[in-house]
């Protein structure tokens, strides 16, 4: 993570990593003696692919789920599989560091997650399985920098709100060219919603998933768009899950439509969901739900360059306010007490230059009301007013705070406001909210600027506004961060030309952002 360019990786990204190695250096695993008893399974197990997460500066996450047949529960025989991985310090595999054995078990769909540790810091590794007889492609990850150091660099992608049948997953194939160090998924990884027969491809399935098989039938069509699983294969992902990864809306445990769906049969789409979600994601043992439950706000460390702290916005939340008296209430929670003192206590006693902030839903204001008055988004940090408030008031004593953040399928940059009441408040930090992988497909600009231009100076924080789809990618030093909003020209077709649509920087002790 500190260099400019690193050649072993761009060799990886050039010969291809999806076969490399995979036949001619099946001996450089375990001994022959450990494969003796090995029971045949279906062809293509892994046809998931390959993934690693949350980099530590001596461990990282490893995934696969072995899947046979995906879009049909997983086809896997009903038992439990040993599963051999190898990490190796190069791309053929004759350095390995770090291998083993581990479990691929029904009860979870026959992912394994394999948290390797022993592994130096700031350093690229390739990674492998093998499973009855058959390879999985190789990947490549990269640890995290050493505890104590100051300088280099962290290149950082931020995605989110990828939906299948709005659009085909372009910007990952940029995103793979730009060779980031760590990939951060803010959520809407998939979307619950029924098949379409309008759009650009086909959600499988029926309807709506509730069931746990058919949130594992979702997750395995997702995981099948070449250009997400080239991304998951080549760099490291930090995830949190938002709505769609459940139900539009939710709230704690419940539901968007109440009415429509009982508190009991909700719990259980629940339980349902983050299992099935964990069972995708490349997340450590504290990641496995219980029941309705599940820990996703965690915090991860890059040296004294920056700390990520990983928020979980849909868990804890109060049910949203629906007026703006509501909005206002002192009592609405949208962390919950524990995560809130969590958050805040690693903000005041961070070591890190940069405190990067993975929040799901928007925290600047956004006024819809053109003119005098204001009209809220309730679902964000918006209906949420008091909480955000006084977190905004924490940033004043916080080193270079700045919030990475999806939903809303446009790119949103703004400064934060200590209060978005006052126009003349001091500014606290940053926010930048990443557009959509593919939700809302090819937008009408000439639409979106008619709608939005007009809302502009009722909200004079907000210094950039699109609704391209792409991502957002970060250049992060100890002098500043340099932002790139790159966005692709289709999501309609499997290919398409990117671009840089704007550049901005972050000044280190400047809170705030402004274009390049």
């Given at each position: 993570?500190?260099?400019?360019?690193?050649?072993?990786?761009?060799?990886?990204?050039?010969?291809?990593?999806?076969?490399?190695?995979?036949?001619?250096?099946?001996?450089?695993?375990?001994?022959?003696?450990?494969?003796?008893?090995?029971?045949?399974?279906?062809?293509?197990?892994?046809?998931?692919?390959?993934?690693?997460?949350?980099?530590?500066?001596?461990?990282?996450?490893?995934?696969?789920?072995?899947?046979?047949?995906?879009?049909?529960?997983?086809?896997?025989?009903?038992?439990?599989?040993?599963?051999?991985?190898?990490?190796?310090?190069?791309?053929?595999?004759?350095?390995?560091?770090?291998?083993?054995?581990?479990?691929?078990?029904?009860?979870?769909?026959?992912?394994?997650?394999?948290?390797?540790?022993?592994?130096?810091?700031?350093?690229?590794?390739?990674?492998?399985?093998?499973?009855?007889?058959?390879?999985?492609?190789?990947?490549?990850?990269?640890?995290?920098?050493?505890?104590?150091?100051?300088?280099?660099?962290?290149?950082?992608?931020?995605?989110?709100?990828?939906?299948w049948q709005h659009g085909y997953f372009t910007?990952?194939?940029?995103?793979?060219?730009?060779?980031?160090?760590?990939?951060?998924?803010?959520?809407?990884?998939?979307?619950?919603?029924?098949?379409?027969?309008?759009?650009?491809?086909?959600?499988?399935?029926?309807?709506?998933?509730?069931?746990?098989?058919?949130?594992?039938?979702?997750?395995?069509?997702?995981?099948?768009?070449?250009?997400?699983?080239?991304?998951?294969?080549?760099?490291?992902?930090?995830?949190?899950?938002?709505?769609?990864?459940?139900?539009?809306?939710?709230?704690?445990?419940?539901?968007?439509?109440?009415?429509?769906?009982?508190?009991?049969?909700?719990?259980?789409?629940?339980?349902?969901?983050?299992?099935?979600?964990?069972?995708?994601?490349?997340?450590?043992?504290?990641?496995?739900?219980?029941?309705?439950?599940?820990?996703?706000?965690?915090?991860?460390?890059?040296?004294?360059?920056?700390?990520?702290?990983?928020?979980?916005?849909?868990?804890?939340?109060?049910?949203?306010?629906?007026?703006?008296?509501?909005?206002?209430?002192?009592?609405?929670?949208?962390?919950?007490?524990?995560?809130?003192?969590?958050l805040v206590d690693g903000l005041r006693h961070?070591?890190?230059?940069?405190?990067?902030?993975?929040?799901?839903?928007?925290?600047?204001?956004?006024?819809?009301?053109?003119?005098?008055?204001?009209?809220?988004?309730?679902?964000?940090?918006?209906?949420?007013?008091?909480?955000?408030?006084?977190?905004?008031?924490?940033?004043?004593?916080?080193?270079?705070?700045?919030?990475?953040?999806?939903?809303?399928?446009?790119?949103?940059?703004?400064?934060?406001?200590?209060?978005?009441?006052?126009?003349?408040?001091?500014?606290?930090?940053?926010?930048?909210?990443?557009?959509?992988?593919?939700?809302?497909?090819?937008?009408?600009?000439?639409?979106?600027?008619?709608?939005?231009?007009?809302?502009?100076?009722?909200?004079?924080?907000?210094?950039?506004?699109?609704?391209?789809?792409?991502?957002?990618?970060?250049?992060?030093?100890?002098?500043?961060?340099?932002?790139?909003?790159?966005?692709?020209?289709?999501?309609?077709?499997?290919?398409?030309?990117?671009?840089?649509?704007?550049?901005?920087?972050?000044?280190?002790?400047?809170?705030?952002?402004?274009?390049?």
């Open positions: 993570m500190t260099g400019a360019v690193r050649p072993d990786r761009r060799r990886v990204l050039t010969a291809g990593a999806a076969v490399l190695g995979a036949a001619a250096s099946a001996q450089l695993w375990l001994p022959a003696t450990a494969h003796a008893a090995e029971a045949k399974l279906p062809d293509g197990v892994f046809s998931l692919g390959v993934a690693s997460g949350d980099p530590l500066p001596d461990g990282i996450v490893l995934w696969t789920r072995l899947a046979p047949d995906p879009l049909n529960g997983g086809g896997m025989p009903d038992r439990t599989v040993a599963v051999e991985w190898q990490v190796a310090r190069d791309a053929r595999f004759r350095k390995v560091v770090r291998r083993g054995v581990a479990p691929a078990r029904r009860a979870y769909g026959h992912s394994v997650h394999v948290d390797v540790r022993g592994l130096r810091p700031d350093t690229a590794y390739w990674f492998r399985f093998r499973a009855g007889g058959q390879l999985s492609r190789v990947g490549r990850t990269r640890t995290a920098p050493a505890p104590h150091s100051f300088g280099g660099r962290l290149k950082v992608a931020l995605a989110s709100c990828q939906n910007p990952y194939a940029d995103m793979l060219r730009q060779d980031p160090d760590v990939v951060v998924f803010v959520g809407d990884y998939i979307y619950e919603s029924t098949p379409s027969a309008t759009g650009v491809r086909r959600h499988e399935g029926t309807g709506e998933p509730y069931s746990l098989t058919q949130y594992r039938n979702r997750y395995a069509q997702y995981r099948s768009d070449p250009d997400l699983a080239e991304m998951h294969a080549n760099a490291p992902f930090v995830v949190t899950f938002d709505d769609h990864e459940v139900d539009n809306d939710f709230a704690g445990q419940i539901p968007q439509d109440p009415d429509k769906q009982a508190h009991d049969p909700f719990v259980a789409r629940l339980t349902a969901a983050y299992q099935a979600y964990y069972e995708h994601m490349p997340v450590r043992a504290t990641a496995v739900p219980n029941g309705p439950h599940i820990r996703m706000h965690r915090r991860l460390d890059f040296g004294r360059l920056a700390r990520l702290n990983v928020l979980d916005t849909r868990q804890y939340r109060s049910d949203q306010a629906t007026t703006q008296e509501g909005a206002q209430d002192p009592t609405l929670t949208m962390l919950g007490a524990a995560q809130k003192r969590w961070s070591p890190a230059r940069w405190n990067l902030i993975a929040s799901q839903v928007m925290m600047a204001e956004t006024d819809l009301q053109v003119g005098e008055g204001k009209l809220w988004y309730y679902d964000a940090w918006d209906g949420y007013q008091a909480e955000r408030n006084a977190l905004l008031q924490e940033f004043r004593r916080v080193s270079n705070p700045v919030v990475l953040t999806g939903d809303r399928h446009l790119t949103m940059i703004s400064d934060l406001k200590a209060d978005f009441a006052d126009p003349r408040s001091a500014v606290v930090g940053a926010e930048f909210v990443g557009t959509s992988i593919s939700s809302n497909g090819d937008q009408d600009q000439a639409a979106f600027r008619a709608q939005w231009d007009p809302r502009r100076a009722d909200n004079p924080h907000w210094k950039l506004l699109d609704a391209h789809r792409g991502y957002h990618l970060f250049d992060i030093r100890r002098d500043g961060i340099d932002a790139r909003v790159r966005v692709v020209d289709t999501v309609l077709r499997p290919r398409a030309t990117p671009r840089t649509l704007a550049a901005l920087r972050v000044e280190a002790g400047r809170p705030g952002v402004h274009l390049a």
